[in-house]
């Protein structure tokens, strides 16, 4: 049985890096579009269509299979090893998987108004929302490599300040591009 749990193991890690993959440039690829219509015709249609296929492919070929598979894959290792169930770091690890979940369906939303020209957001706005998943990122990994109570309470607090320091970064990165638009 341990040899079967680790090729579940290892498949349901395989697919949540591919679904990170999928998270970490659908965002990218939303700034693109979105600085693809304050271009002049003809080059914003022809960037616009070259992004929705983009995205398109991206988001039904890679992101949404690995999410299934993902989430399939962890089913069956709880299912197999029920007893993580009644571990605290679970509990929060399972409540940054829905947070996940979540992510993952708003962007999905933000794909449809995409696909339909329905452009609602800013770039900026769009890098901030790019490191949403990064954040899940850092919690989920430090939650099952840590595990311990009293050591992901560390590991949230790092996550706070992985968020301030993105954010400084984001600003910073606004700034260079106000005085250089060709960063």
């Given at each position: 049985m341990t040899e079967y749990y680790n090729y579940i193991k290892a498949l349901h890690l395989i697919f949540v890096i591919t679904w990170f993959a999928g998270?970490?440039?659908?965002p990218r690829l939303f700034i693109y579009h979105i600085e693809a219509w304050q271009k002049s015709s003809p080059?914003?249609?022809?960037l616009s269509e070259?992004?929705?296929?983009m995205t398109k492919r991206l988001?039904?070929?890679?992101?949404?299979?690995?999410?299934?598979?993902?989430?399939i894959f962890a089913i069956w290792l709880?299912?197999?090893?029920?007893?993580w169930l009644q571990q605290p770091w679970m509990h929060i690890k399972l409540l940054f998987v829905v947070l996940l979940i979540a992510y993952h369906l708003r962007n999905h939303w933000i794909f449809k108004k995409f696909q339909e020209d329905d452009i609602r957001f800013t770039?900026?706005?769009?890098?901030?929302?790019?490191?949403?998943?990064?954040?899940?990122l850092f919690a989920v990994v430090f939650l099952v490599i840590l595990k311990g109570t009293f050591n992901w309470i560390f590991g949230v607090l790092g996550i706070?300040?992985?968020?301030?320091?993105?954010?400084?970064?984001?600003?910073?990165?606004?700034?260079?591009?106000?005085r250089n638009p060709k960063a």
């Open positions: 998270l970490f440039y659908i080059d914003k249609e022809i070259q992004l929705k296929l988001w039904y070929i890679i992101t949404w299979p690995s999410a299934v598979l993902a989430t709880l299912v197999l090893q029920p007893a770039s900026n706005y769009m890098r901030i929302w790019n490191e949403g998943a990064t954040l899940i706070i300040v992985l968020g301030v320091l993105l954010m400084l970064g984001i600003k910073l990165y606004k700034r260079i591009r106000k």
